[in-house]
């Protein structure tokens, strides 16, 4: 099942990760994915995104926060430099911005748009015309 999920990444044109505390293995797999496939044919568009959160020492998970460091410290190796937000409004407005600079650099969506994936709670999108602004819309 992994391996479905991994091909529809490389097939997508946009990736969304979201992370907080922690980074999962195959959260970080998708992003490996997704980010090799960019490499190779320049999609899909890898966007990253780290909550600004405060953290407990007290309850703290050494591991996750571990996990979080190390994939933080592989995003700078790679060159890929991620956004960070402070909530949902802050993420929507950040998002909608990118989405505004794809849409600008074509001047219109993509002609064969794949879905849209996302490792976060949300659904996977299904291609269709006029797509690029209805998702955007969704960010508004």
Do not use: C
């Not at 700078?76 to 600079?101: C, M, S, V, W």
């Not at 219109?108 to 955007?136: D, F, S, Y």
């Amino acid at each position: 099942l992994q391996d479905e999920y991994n091909n529809a990444v490389r097939a997508a044109d946009v990736f969304v990760s979201l992370f907080s505390t922690k980074t999962g293995k195959f959260t970080e797999e998708e992003f490996d994915a997704a980010f090799g496939a960019f490499k190779n044919r320049n999609r899909p568009y890898v966007y990253t995104y780290f909550k600004a959160t405060e953290v407990n020492a007290a309850s703290a998970v050494r591991e996750d926060l571990q996990s979080l460091w190390a994939f933080q410290d592989k995003l700078k190796a790679l060159g890929h430099y991620p956004t960070n937000y402070d909530g949902i409004e802050h993420l929507k407005r950040q998002f909608r911005d990118q989405l505004d600079k794809l849409l600008a650099m074509g001047g219109h969506e993509p002609a064969n748009m794949g879905p849209i994936v996302t490792t976060a709670a949300v659904p996977e999108v299904k291609p269709e015309r006029g797509l690029w602004q209805k998702v955007r819309d969704i960010f508004r």
